[in-house]
């Protein structure tokens, strides 16, 4: 868990996304401390996070959408 957290966390810096990039810390530190508790807790977090960075990236498809159809 904690090499994909680690994974996702520099996606996330790449995009530009804090919070996921954060929460996929929290979610690597967790995971290398060997915390289930907290993992569960920061997995959640950072799930949440996602579904933010895929509404976002939803809403850009959808514009980019738009705008070729008004060609």
Do not use: I, Y
Not at 8 to 31: F, I, N, V
């Amino acid at each position: 868990m904690a090499f994909l957290a680690h994974t996702l966390k520099g996606a996330a810096a790449t995009m530009c996304a804090p919070r996921l990039r954060q929460a996929s810390h929290d979610l690597e530190r967790a995971a290398k401390d060997r915390d289930p508790a907290l993992s569960a807790a920061t997995f959640e977090t950072m799930e949440s996070a996602m579904r933010e960075v895929m509404q976002a990236m939803r809403e850009k498809l959808d514009e980019e959408a738009a705008g070729s159809q008004a060609k």
